[in-house]
């Protein structure tokens, strides 16, 4: 007996944790450990993604610079973020968040943020 494809939407984490790009990366960082999450989704006034901000930014961040108090999420996010769909299927997004990306988030067509999907969340589908 075949069944339908798990959709991203009925995983996806949707509480989600953002920033703006002119906040200041320390702002961001405690927001992601108060959170007790590895990635801090960077939104518009309207909700919609700009970029993202993981552990690797953190990572890359102190790497090449001399991370300060000033130092803007903006200067160190992530642009070329691949998203996901609401309805995509999960076995078709198995391949990108294994191994490539820990966190895809889940976008409107237009934009808007209104998930995320990591490998915690793949995790409770097989513990539930």
């Known amino acids: 007996m075949e069944t339908d494809p798990l959709p991203v939407d009925r995983i996806m984490s949707t509480d989600l944790v953002t ?3 002119d ?13 007790g999450v590895g990635a801090i989704l960077v939104v518009d006034d309207a909700g919609r993604l700009e970029g993202l901000l993981t552990g690797r930014d953190f990572v ?9 108090d000033e ?10 973020v691949v998203t996901v769909s609401p309805a995509d299927p999960l076995d078709d997004l198995t391949d990108l968040i294994d191994g490539t990306y820990s966190h895809l988030p889940v ?10 999907l990591s ?3 793949l995790t409770g589908t097989i513990a539930h």
């Open 19 to 21: 920033t703006a790009a």
């Open 23 to 35: 906040a200041t990366v320390a702002a961001a960082a405690n927001r992601m450990l108060d959170a």
């Open 119 to 121: 490998t915690t969340d």
């Open 60 to 68: 890359r961040l102190v790497r090449e610079n001399e991370p300060h």
């Open 71 to 80: 130092t803007l999420v903006a200067d160190c996010m992530t642009t070329d």
């Open 107 to 116: 976008t409107e067509g237009d934009g808007t943020a209104i998930g995320m």
